[in-house]
């Protein structure tokens, strides 16, 4: 368990000491395992992808935009003619379908104080270091139907469809885009499995194979419980003939003569 954790911390200093990133990646399956799954992404957060020695003493953001492919031929742009970041949401796009919708917005990862690596050995720490390594676009079931809900909304993705995904930087003072990655390569989720395809456990049988095993059973069941019955029903039989046999028997005993002494 300890060496899975050193090679995981590893692989992920290498990740962050790469150089420059040009688009958003998704997550290794070192990082996180099942990804995509049928309505999420994870993604690798921009460290070190954009360069803060280029904008001193300024507050900046990241937005995360989301696409759907297909919508890539009607419009891929983030941004207003006057280099405003778009604030359109996943309603107004129909999830990425029109075009990009802002899916995320959180703080410049510091390139130069990265998560601690230490923490990836103790179980209680991993999960916040790879909040802060990742973010999954998707995760956010309840954002859509909570009225009261004033944040950048991430709700989930549709399965088996194809996104792209770019990260914007913005002054979040002037409210300007300073710069942005390409956007990434395709990714697709995962397609929901049929029914009839699903393996289950044990043995591994399709889902034609649990109906038929349960029509089975239960023809079995109906066999059994006749035969039960019939074997019921003949004792219960042999019983009360017996009974009648020796009723008669009585009967025929009781209504003998009986020979009567002559007396002296």
Not at 79 to 89: A, D, E, I, V, W
Request: proline residues 7%; charged residues 15%.
């Amino acid at each position: 368990m300890c060496s899975r954790w050193v090679v995981l911390a590893f692989y992920c200093l290498g990740q962050l000491c790469a150089g420059q990133s040009l688009k958003p990646q998704i997550a290794a399956p070192e990082l996180a395992t099942n990804n995509p799954t049928l309505t999420t992404v994870a993604l690798e957060k921009p460290f070190c992808m954009f360069d803060s020695s280029l904008y001193p003493n300024k507050s900046y953001v990241i937005y995360l935009y989301t696409m759907k492919e297909s919508a890539s031929g009607i419009s891929s742009l983030v941004t207003t003619t006057n280099s405003k970041p778009l604030n359109s949401t996943f309603q107004q796009t129909s999830g990425g379908k029109l075009g990009p919708y802002k899916a995320a917005m959180f703080n410049v990862p510091n390139c130069a104080s990265p998560p601690k690596f230490t923490d990836v050995g103790d179980v209680n720490k991993v999960s916040d270091v790879l909040k802060q390594y990742l973010f999954r676009v998707g995760d956010d079931g309840s954002c859509l139907y909570d009225p009261n809900f004033l944040a950048v909304c991430n709700p989930p993705l549709t399965p088996d469809t194809t996104y792209r995904f770019k990260y914007v930087l913005v002054d979040s003072t002037e409210g300007i885009m300073k710069d942005q990655t390409l956007w990434s390569d395709p990714i697709k989720t995962r397609r929901a499995k049929l029914p009839l395809k699903i393996d289950t456990w044990p043995g591994r049988r399709s889902g034609g194979m649990i109906v038929i095993t349960s029509i089975l059973s239960v023809l079995v069941f109906l066999l059994l419980a006749g035969l039960l019955a019939s074997v019921s029903s003949a004792v219960m039989g042999s019983e009360a003939a017996s009974a009648e046999i020796k009723h008669v028997s009585q009967t025929i005993q009781q209504s003998e003569p009986r020979p009567q002494l002559s007396s002296e």
